[in-house]
């Protein structure tokens, strides 16, 4: 019999940037740094046997900027199914191009060096299947932009 075990993930989006933020209509235009994440919901699909299987599904992220930034960061919670059953942090992994290659997630990973403006983050996922009890497990994605080391610009 086949054992089926479908992981969903939800993104939110944290800035640890300060006073960056909204323009005012009289003044210089503000440091702003957003983040938009396609898709909303990341299907990783069907972990079909035991061992590191690569997710077909990847996560865009559009960082739009106006000013210097530190890293982006990303973080999950484990992966739970309804009857409280986990896939543990560390058994699963991110990829960009920043990463040079699979990293596990048991601590926040860097997925961006720091930057000047937009740009787009693409990430790909793995998960180390084990024997875990075959339904539906979800968890969220946490991203966090980080402040720039540099000075403000003037």
Same mark, same amino acid.
């Given at each position: &019999?086949? #054992? ?7 993104? &939110?989006? +944290?800035?640890?940037? =300060?006073?960056? =933020?909204? $323009? ?6 503000? /440091? %702003?740094? !957003?983040? @938009? ?7 990783? =699909?069907?972990?079909? %046997?035991?061992?590191?299987?690569? @997710?077909?599904? *990847? ?5 739009? @900027? ?7 960061? +990303? *973080? ?9 059953? !986990? ?7 991110? #990829? !960009? #191009? ?9 601590? /926040? +990973? ?7 403006? @937009? ?5 790909? %996922?793995?998960?180390?299947?084990? &024997?875990?009890? $075959?339904?539906?497990? *979800?968890?969220?994605?946490? %991203?966090?932009? &980080?402040?720039? *080391?540099?000075?403000?610009? #003037?």
């Amino acid at each position: &019999m086949k #054992k089926t075990v479908t992981v969903m993930m939800w993104a &939110m989006a +944290v800035a640890v940037f =300060g006073p960056a =933020g909204v $323009a005012e209509a009289t003044g210089p235009v503000a /440091p %702003f740094v !957003s983040l @938009s994440i396609t898709p909303d919901e990341l299907d990783l =699909g069907t972990v079909p %046997f035991a061992g590191l299987w690569d @997710s077909p599904a *990847s996560l865009k992220v559009l960082v739009q @900027s106006n000013c210097s930034h530190g890293p982006i960061l +990303v *973080s999950t919670t484990p992966l739970t199914n309804w009857q409280h059953r !986990s896939v543990s942090a560390d058994r699963i992994f991110v #990829k !960009s #191009k920043a990463t040079n290659g699979f990293v596990a997630m048991q601590k /926040p +990973v860097a997925v961006s060096e720091p930057q000047n403006g @937009s740009h787009e983050i693409e990430l790909n %996922f793995r998960v180390q299947g084990e &024997m875990d009890l $075959a339904g539906q497990y *979800s968890g969220t994605l946490t %991203f966090t932009i &980080m402040p720039s *080391s540099l000075p403000p610009e #003037k």
